[in-house]
């Protein structure tokens, strides 16, 4: 059974990156699209981005420039850095993964539990 | 970019059937797959339909999800309703960059 997990610091300053890593177990990142999602307290979903496991990438135009993704596939492991963060940057953010093809990137059949970012001084 | 519309909420008693609207402001909702999240409270989101109206293995058949391309919407139907079925649900679809779109959302609640 695939799961994902993701871990970081649950507490940013502002202005500073906020750094978090979905390790996959029971299967490989190989293969597959891996997205990141997001979700302020109380709020909806925001998709912030996808990456391949081979490197391309698709970020979210709202977040100006700010995302960053990459993978490790020796880990198996998918990363999320997020720049000059703010207050409004606080949420629950989830990995979770698509299909093998470009079509079915934003079809997800895993996803991770999230794990809460605060930002604050 | 397009926005997904759907409903704040909806309530229904248990047994009965509701069906949540989900409307693209711009594009053809055919033009990309519409996804359909569930997300209990204090939980992940779980994918009930994909692909517009493909179930995932697990996901019980009163859960069916169509397109409207008259309308320009999807639906997500649940028939039978039960308790657990009260959750939040999200629809998802993308543009022709594969940029991704949340709708805001709809609570739905079991009288």
């Known amino acids: 059974q695939v799961q994902l997990q993701e871990s970081g610091p649950g507490l940013v300053k502002p202005s500073e990156t906020l750094s978090l890593t979905c390790t996959v177990s029971?299967?490989?990142?190989?293969?597959?699209?891996w997205s990141w999602i997001r979700q302020a307290p109380g709020k909806g979903l925001e998709w912030i981005g996808y990456?391949?496991?081979?490197?391309?990438?698709n970020y979210n135009p709202s977040l100006e420039g700010r995302v960053t993704m990459s993978a490790d596939t020796s880990k198996d492991q998918i990363s999320l850095k997020l720049s000059s963060v703010a207050a409004a940057d606080t949420a629950i953010y989830y990995c979770?993964?698509?299909?093998?093809?470009?079509?079915?990137?934003?079809?997800?059949?895993?996803w991770g539990h999230g794990t809460l970012v605060t930002v604050s001084s | 970019n397009f926005m997904l519309t759907q409903p704040h909420s909806v309530s229904e008693s248990p047994g009965k059937t509701v069906t949540i609207s989900c409307t693209r402001s711009?594009?053809?909702?055919?033009?990309?797959?519409v996804q359909w999240y569930q997300q209990r409270p204090g939980s992940s989101p779980t994918t009930v339909i994909y692909?517009?109206?493909?179930?995932p293995s697990g996901v019980p058949d009163r859960f069916s999800g169509s397109i409207d391309s008259s309308s320009n919407s999807a639906s997500l139907t649940i028939s039978g309703l039960k308790t657990e079925d009260e959750a939040d649900y999200y629809c998802?679809?993308?543009?022709?960059?594969?940029?991704?779109?949340f709708g805001g959302g709809t609570k739905v609640t079991v009288l």
């Open positions: 692909e517009d109206n493909q179930r």
């Open positions: 979770a993964r698509g299909g093998s093809s470009s079509l079915f990137v934003h079809t997800f059949d895993y």
């Open positions: 029971g299967g490989s990142i190989s293969g597959y699209y």
């Open positions: 998802q679809s993308s543009d022709g960059f594969n940029l991704g779109v």
């Open positions: 711009s594009g053809s909702i055919a033009s990309n797959y």
């Open positions: 990456m391949y496991y081979r490197g391309n990438s």
